[in-house]
Nanobody, 117 residues
Framework: QVQLVESGGGLVQPGGSLRLSCAAS???????MGWYRQAPGKQRELVAT???????NYLDSVKGRFTISRDNAKNTVYLQMNSLKPEDTAVYYC????????????WGQGTQVTVSS
């Protein structure tokens, strides 16, 4: 079975940076990799996605600050987060889908990102 391991979360001051990683084990290939986040009392939202070909999409509020990337050989997706704001505080989850026909895909365990002074 596929296992996803997330890392890179933590506490950072406003304006700081963090880099999240999500590595998948197994032999499954994923066409779509993405990051979601959910803050307490808030709806889960899609932050960014990247396809196997490198096409990306971002939540409007993170455009210009976050960069999603992937290493296909390592089955790993990254989220570089710069100029962090308190409203970025949330649990971040990676999500890996084999294709658009995969309705849910595989999920990471979540990593806490806290932006606070």
């Amino acid at each position: 079975q596929v296992q996803l391991v997330e890392s890179g979360g933590g506490l950072v001051q406003p304006g700081g940076s963090l880099r999240l990683s999500c590595a998948a084990s197994g032999r499954v290939n994923f066409n779509i990799m993405g990051w979601y986040r959910q803050a307490p009392g808030k709806q889960r939202e899609l932050v960014a996605t990247i396809t196997s070909g490198g096409s990306t999409n971002y939540l409007d509020s993170v455009k210009g600050r976050f960069t999603i990337s992937r290493d296909n050989a390592k089955n790993t997706v990254y989220l570089q987060m710069n100029s962090l704001k308190p409203e970025d505080t949330a649990v971040y989850y990676c999500n890996l889908r084999r294709a658009t026909w995969d309705p849910s895909g595989y999920w990471g365990q979540g990593t806490q990102v806290t932006v606070s002074s």
